[in-house]
């Protein structure tokens, strides 16, 4: 059931009666330094690569390196070089000392953090009269952070509340939400990660042969390919993602006081959520070259090149839609008479969530004038590194679901010198939920409790762990709990169990009068 949990219950600033026009500024900046990455407790680098050059001289790497695409570090590969004669072993130690003499986390600090800020404005205006209070407000947020990405968030809420009549009062609030993001720079463990193990030695510099080894797509394709290799430092600008997100949330309600302990009201809350997600790989980035190369077919006897990705952009946009109307009518009583006191509602809840959403890859994409080439999505062509065949990924794929839900709930509780307490609640959901069984889409649940306040039973104190008695006592028997459950989820473990009632009576000491409750 929808709230079967627990709710949490907000209160947001509203409008007084009869209160003069009121208005409420705010301007906040917050800026951030750099994130010190020299805090991450990493092995030295001077040591990692021993440890690879150990590891090298064992034969661990020699599955990586006899496969010519896989990518491996920069040390492996000054070993692998010298073991084949390419590098003497005196280019080879130099080679290694300058690699032990380029730590990754200070090139990144310097090419890729920025300061973070952030700023946040609000401004609200609110007053009331004597039949009305009103509230109207409004806040931007925009942060920039360390990885240059970008978010901003506007929100617009307007409410009122109105004194119809000396019985009648109503509700009306409306919720705007507008934000974007864009993502930014990669971060520095992607950056930093060569076949799935961590090289702090990297010069983030220099072109990136990730996820491939770099000789092999510098010769690859005889030069008939597109540049096959990873720049890092630029990369993010041809790559990037863009979010939109709107949402609307309307909230109407009547309360109508029958008697001065009842009550009766009615609810309707309609909120509509729409999203895109941009995700833009122009030609430049390493995704939309890559994406092109592992399908380019090259004929051995004519040298011909054909695209089965053709060239130009990948854009891929992401849409989500989500409707929702809540309507609910509920009696409340609430009367306090002498020694006794009384609490109870009843009500009745209906919902329908309706949910959509589409997404489309675009290849060859040219924003001007907008063109689009077709892919074949259905076929499997070869690669070009290992020859298996494989489907271009993608397709459009749209999808749309509906759940309606229904429920009657109620709850009451009687209360007795303030002391002894009865409490009975229950409720009846039900769902159009696909594919469950007729009798399982109604739902009934209840509860019962007595709570008696604590008792005593001739034995005032308990000594604490040192064998003395404290100062102010402490309460053998805090409380007596009886309490029955329908169905009763912790303890059931199959269908039929469903029918049983489980009766629990705890009595629990505590050190300090507090409660505590336990379930068995």
């Known amino acids: 059931a929808r709230a079967g949990n627990g709710v949490i219950i907000i209160t947001t600033k509203k409008g007084k009666y009869r209160q003069g026009q009121t208005i409420e500024m705010s301007a906040t900046a ?6 010190d990455l020299f805090q991450r407790r990493d092995m030295a680098i001077s040591d990692q690569i021993d440890v690879e050059q150990f590891l090298f001289n064992q034969g661990y790497f020699d599955g990586t390196t006899g496969i010519p695409y896989l990518p491996i570090s920069p040390a492996v590969d000054v070993f692998l070089r010298t073991k084949n004669g390419e590098l003497s072993p005196a280019d080879s130690a130099v080679q290694i000392n300058t690699l ?14 920025q300061h973070a800020l952030t700023q946040q404005y609000a401004v609200n205006l609110r007053g009331g009269s004597d039949r009305m209070n009103w509230l109207i407000g409004g806040a931007y947020d925009r942060s920039v ?3 240059a990405a970008v978010n901003q968030k506007l929100n617009l809420r307007m409410q009122n509340t109105y004194k119809l009549s000396a019985r009648l009062s109503g509700d009306l609030s409306v919720y705007y939400t507008y934000t974007t993001g864009t993502t930014g720079k990669p971060d520095y463990t992607t950056l930093t990660t060569v076949g799935g193990r961590y090289v702090p030695s990297l010069s983030l510099t220099d072109p990136i042969g990730e996820p491939y080894n770099r000789r092999y797509t510098d010769t690859a394709g005889g030069g008939k390919l597109l540049d096959w290799n990873y720049y890092p430092q630029n990369d993010w600008k041809h790559a990037y993602a863009t979010t939109r997100t709107d949402e609307l949330i309307g909230n109407l309600s009547l309360h109508y006081q029958l008697l001065s302990s009842l009550t009766v009201s009615v609810f309707y809350q309609y909120q509509q959520q ?3 997600v941009s995700r833009m790989a122009d030609q430049e980035s390493f995704f939309t070259r890559n994406m092109i190369n592992l399908f380019t077919q090259i004929d051995p006897v004519t040298g011909l090149v054909s695209y089965i990705v053709p060239k130009g952009d990948i854009l891929t946009l992401d849409h989500s839609r989500t409707r929702s109307q809540n309507a609910r009518a509920q009696v409340q009583f609430n009367k306090i008479f002498g020694n006794h006191a009384v609490r109870a509602l009843a009500g009745t809840e209906i919902r329908e969530l309706e949910t959509s959403g589409d997404n489309s890859p675009f290849y060859g994409y040219i924003p001007d004038p907008t063109t689009v080439a ?3 999505f259905v076929n499997a062509y070869p690669t070009f590194i290992t020859g298996q065949p494989q489907t271009i990924p ?3 794929i749209a999808s749309r679901i509906t759940n309606r839900f229904l429920s009657f709930y109620g709850n009451a509780y009687y209360e007795y010198l303030n002391k002894y307490s009865i409490s009975v609640s229950g409720r009846k959901d039900g769902s159009n939920v696909f594919g469950v069984s ?3 889409k109604w739902k009934p649940l209840w509860s019962a409790g007595l709570i008696i306040p ?3 039973f001739g034995l005032s104190t308990i000594p604490d762990s040192a064998g003395s008695s404290p100062a102010n006592g402490i309460s053998a028997w805090n409380l007596i709990f009886l309490r029955a459950d329908y169905p009763d989820r912790w303890i059931t473990t199959s269908k039929k169990d469903l029918t049983s009632m489980v009766l629990l009576l705890l009595i629990t000491p505590t050190l300090d009068n507090s409660i505590q409750l336990s379930k068995t």
């Open 100 to 113: 032990k003499n380029t730590d990754a986390r200070q090139a990144y600090t310097n090419l890729y953090y």
């Open 394 to 396: 993608g397709g459009y």
């Open 145 to 147: 952070e360390a990885l």
């Open 454 to 456: 604590p008792l005593s």
């Open 274 to 276: 729409r999203s895109e």
């Open 374 to 376: 077709l892919v074949d």
């Open 438 to 440: 007729t009798n399982d």
């Open 30 to 35: 917050i800026w951030q330094a750099k994130p």
